[in-house]
């Protein structure tokens, strides 16, 4: 699916997005716009409406108000089957629809053709080979035969990032790929996250998360929001100030910058 957006270099465009769920708004009149090769980090506080808002983009939720293009196709009464094979996707939902007695490889490399599971397929020694080497990269190939629910939480993100890469997709969405792992865990996918930010040849990204220190290194864009509304949004320059993380967070905050990375704490 080759759409004029994406040729145009615009991988996701969100207007006044708003999605309701009962008397809850989880999104209420987003604005989003992304462009091919951007790295975004989403900020806010839980309940913020991250969660919500990476799965429009990952054209799993058709906005209720407002308009969405995901790499140039409207979610709006379309298929997105086709699109959501092109889009990268990890979160925490996803690892739990994963059957604890897979191996790694196999889940990996049944990412390929969009499924969870292997489903019987006979796969090819090109995917078996791109497999192991996408495991590598992210140091997890020593992990390959091993089934999935015996996984440490830190082994389990490095391969759920690994297995939305197989698909090889133009935009990958990471949702809280940090959340709990050790310190040394953490630095570790943060250099590998850095490294990803910096390869030209990546796809382009998104994390979410609810911690500055998390954003790694080579990221372009945040957007912050809480309440299921955007307090900020563009170039990290502009957008990274203690005013709108206060206001984002509801509380006063110092932010820091050491370097590429950043901190901050209340005041
Ligand atoms: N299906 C649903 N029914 C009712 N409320 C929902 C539903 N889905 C989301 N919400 C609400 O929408 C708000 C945003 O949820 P979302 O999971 O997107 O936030 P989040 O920023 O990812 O939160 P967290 O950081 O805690 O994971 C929350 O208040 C949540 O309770």
Known sequence: MT????????????????????????????????EEDERWAVLGPNGAGKTSLLSVAAAQTVPDTGSAEVLGASLAGAD????????????????NRIPDAMTVLDLVISAAYGYLGRFGE?????????????LNRWGAGHLAERRFGTLSEG?????????????????????????????????????RLGALADDIDAPTLAIVSHHVEEI??????????????????????SV????????????????????????????
């Open 122 to 134: 006979e796969y090819g020694t090109v995917d078996y080979g791109r497999g192991r080497a996408l």
């Open 80 to 95: 997105t089957t086709e699109l959501r094979s092109m889009v990268g996707f990890a979160s925490s939902a996803v690892a």
């Open 155 to 191: 082994e389990r993100k490095r391969v759920l990032i690994t297995r939305a890469l197989m698909a090889d997709p133009e935009l990958l969405l990471l949702d809280e790929p940090a959340a709990g792992l050790d310190l040394g865990g953490r630095e570790d996918l943060l250099g």
């Open 3 to 34: 759409t004029e957006s994406a040729m145009n270099g615009q991988v996701l465009r969100m207007s006044g997005v708003t999605v309701r769920r009962g008397e809850a708004e989880p999104l209420r009149e987003v604005d989003w716009t992304v």
């Open 240 to 267: 990274m100030t203690g005013e709108n993380l206060s206001a984002t967070f509801g509380l006063e905050l110092k932010l820091e910058r050491d370097g590429k990375r950043w901190n901050a704490r209340a005041v």
């Open 216 to 237: 790694p290194p080579g990221f372009t864009h945040v957007l912050m929001m809480r309440d299921g509304a955007v307090t900020a949004a563009g170039p990290v320059e």
